[in-house]
């Protein structure tokens, strides 16, 4: 029975968020915001080391697309800043249940960091060469940072809904 009230509850608020439209522009907000600064680490992290995260982060040249779409750097910046709002989406939609917004964006931010490695091995232009130790390193704290400003938006967002309601 109580297994039944807590999943009523938990779909109820997620149906509330989800149909609440500043949460849908939060979401747009923050990931975008987000997006852009991890992008801006990895840029400067290119500038500083030579080892180009920045082309890394926006590389999808393992996809079976048109070299067109492949290789437009706009769109492949788009794309990433989708991924960083639907991150957010998640986080947000998840820490309705688990009221904890940095350890779940940590969590996920540390299973994407380890994605490096399996798209390291699956690009088809490889943007810097073995050793891969100093650029998983960086990469790794730029999701940490990326992962600590997440919960912090999220954070942010629930409490602006907490005094809102």
């Not at 650029?135 to 942010?156: D, E, K």
Request: include cysteine.
């Amino acid at each position: 029975m109580n297994q039944q009230v807590i999943l009523i509850y938990t779909e109820a608020r997620t149906q509330i968020m989800i149909g609440n439209g500043k949460r849908i522009i939060s979401w747009i907000f923050y990931g975008t915001v987000a997006g852009i600064l991890l992008a801006c680490f990895f840029y400067i992290t290119e500038l500083f080391f030579k080892i180009k995260l920045y082309t890394f982060l926006l590389n999808i040249d393992f996809l079976p697309l048109p070299d067109y779409i492949i290789f437009n750097e706009p769109l492949q910046f788009v794309l990433h800043i989708f991924i960083a709002i639907a991150l957010i989406a998640c986080v947000d939609l998840i820490c309705v249940v688990f009221n904890h917004p940095y350890l779940l964006s940590l969590f996920i931010n540390i299973i994407m960091s380890l994605t490096f490695f399996p798209l390291y091995y699956i690009a088809v232009s490889k943007p810097f060469q073995p050793p891969l130790t100093m650029p998983f390193f960086l990469w790794l704290i730029g999701h940490i940072l990326f992962a600590i400003l997440i919960g912090f938006f999220v954070n942010q967002m629930h409490k602006k809904n907490t005094a809102d309601a």
